[in-house]
């Protein structure tokens, strides 16, 4: 079974930045791909940022490209989420997601989460 941990997370003023990172914990070969979403109090959990760990591809929300970067460390068991130029409307629970399978946008293809990690950008 795998198990992701979210850390990093907190609060900021707008303009600032955080990087969040997942690690991953359990069998190696079920995991292809990782994803960052979010949820608002009141909305749909969205896709944010995804990475597939085999050839690095890549994939953003419209609303966070080029002020978010998604990476991973060498032995491919941690992703990290830049998150630069931060506004007030990226404040949200911020998840981790993994599956076996290419990188995605889409909540519904993953099958491990972590528990969430909190991001509030004041302004």
């Known amino acids: 079974q795998v198990q992701l941990v979210e850390s990093g997370g907190g609060s900021v003023q707008a303009g600032g930045s955080l990087r969040l990172s997942c690690a991953a914990f359990?069998?190696?070969?079920?995991?292809?791909?990782f994803g960052w979403f979010r949820q608002a109090p009141g909305k749909e959990r969205e896709g944010v940022a995804s990475?597939?760990?085999?050839?690095?591809?890549?994939y953003y929300a419209d609303s966070v490209k080029g002020r978010f970067t998604i990476s991973q460390d060498n032995a491919k068991t941690t992703v990290y989420l830049q998150m630069n130029s931060l506004e007030p409307e990226d404040s949200a629970m911020y998840y981790c997601?993994?599956?076996?399978?290419?990188?995605?946008?889409?909540?519904?293809?993953?099958?491990?989460w972590g528990q969430g990690i909190q991001v509030t950008v004041s302004s």
């Open positions: 359990g069998p190696a070969y079920a995991i292809s791909s």
């Open positions: 997601a993994a599956r076996f399978g290419g990188a995605s946008l889409s909540r519904a293809r993953y099958s491990y």
């Open positions: 990475i597939y760990t085999g050839g690095g591809t890549t």
